[in-house]
């Protein structure tokens, strides 16, 4: 399923079947940016993940991802930050 945003159409859910039995959703894609990127989603088994990007100032970085924050209904978060070297030449 997808659900429109703008002039973009984003993904809203991905649904999966195994064999003869009923499908069922297996993440669901909660918020976006202005710009497209992927905000939260939610895993089948309840981990939320809330994912952040550089912005405009950061040059050469733009929408690249910047963290990744995990959370699985405890309070208990894991939370992965990136850097990126700039390309050269």
């Known amino acids: 399923n997808f659900k429109p945003s ?21 993440v669901e894609f909660l918020t976006y ?6 905000l939260t989603f939610k ?3 309840g981990a939320t993940t ?4 550089y912005g405009l100032t950061d040059v050469g970085k ?3 991802l910047k963290a990744k ?3 699985d209904g405890t309070t208990v ?5 990136y850097n990126y070297k700039s390309l050269v030449g």
């Open 77 to 81: 978060t894991a939370t992965t930050t």
């Open 69 to 71: 924050t995990e959370a």
């Open 33 to 38: 940016d202005d710009r497209g990127n992927l």
């Open 6 to 26: 703008g002039s973009l159409y984003l993904p809203k859910k991905v649904d999966t079947k195994i064999g003869q039995g009923p499908s069922f959703n297996l």
């Open 50 to 53: 809330k994912l952040e990007y």
């Open 62 to 64: 733009t929408d690249l």
């Open 43 to 45: 895993e089948k088994g």
